[in-house]
């Protein structure tokens, strides 16, 4: 399996421009999840799909921040207009749920720059 | 509502020492934990979990055990390689929101060879 992937690994970008991040989680998982990860902030779920429903958005910063997953295998995060504080590193998740502790596979990230 | 505190680092060992990453938890109910890893420019990796008390999740060489009398799950290596260089996440998921990953703060290990 190829793991979760995501796109692009980096993304430079001017202030007021819009970014999209994409995400294919692991065949056959029902949950994805959008994390985002800044020194001063740690690790923040911003949004929760399951079964292709968002159920938990209110880790979306604001509403410049808007996440879809339009079928099982493709997710897409969409920052419009982007702003110098959304840099970070951005982690899309997924797993099969099942209950309680249940393991996320992460993808390796989209590091965003906002100048 | 739910969080998880862990040791700052950064933490600097030589090869072969004891290692030891302490995470403590607020949550209500019986929630799950874990230990997940962070390698250079890579996603986190889960370590080890465990998803009831007194569980001891191992991986790696790596230990835990969930302590819901002192609301810890601390991690310990008894010798530590150059390879276990990394960021060391504590995390929990609630019992009754479960699908909600609650993250440490991360713990920066280095391991000297």
């Known amino acids: 399996d190829a793991g979760v992937i995501q796109s692009p690994r980096h993304e430079v970008t001017e202030m007021g421009q819009e970014v999209t991040l994409r995400c294919k989680p692991i065949?056959?998982?029902?949950?994805l999840f959008w994390y985002r990860q800044t020194m001063m902030r740690g690790l923040e779920l911003l949004i929760y799909?399951?079964?292709?429903?968002?159920?938990?958005d209110s880790g979306m910063p604001e509403d410049r921040f808007s996440a879809k997953m339009p079928n099982a295998s493709f997710s897409t995060l969409k920052i419009q207009p982007s702003e110098p504080r959304d840099s970070a590193v951005y982690f899309c998740a997924s797993t099969y749920s099942q209950g309680p502790g249940e393991k996320l596979f992460f993808g390796s990230g989209t590091q965003l720059s906002v100048l | 509502g739910d969080s998880v505190t862990q040791m700052e680092g950064p933490v600097t060992l030589s090869e072969e020492a004891f290692l030891t990453i302490n995470c403590t938890y607020t949550?209500?109910?019986?929630?799950?934990l874990f230990w997940y890893v962070q390698y250079p420019g890579e996603g986190l990796q889960l370590l080890l979990k465990?998803?009831?008390?007194?569980d001891k999740g191992s991986n790696k060489g790596f230990e835990a055990t969930y302590r819901k009398e002192t609301t810890s799950f601390h991690l310990e290596k008894g010798s530590v390689q150059v390879s276990d260089s990394a960021v060391y996440f504590c995390a929990l998921s609630g019992q009754f929101n479960d699908y909600k990953l609650s993250f440490g703060a991360g713990t920066t290990v280095t391991v000297r060879a």
């Open positions: 949550a209500t109910g019986y929630p799950s």
């Open positions: 799909f399951n079964n292709n429903v968002p159920i938990d």
């Open positions: 065949s056959g998982h029902n949950s």
């Open positions: 465990a998803t009831k008390a007194d």
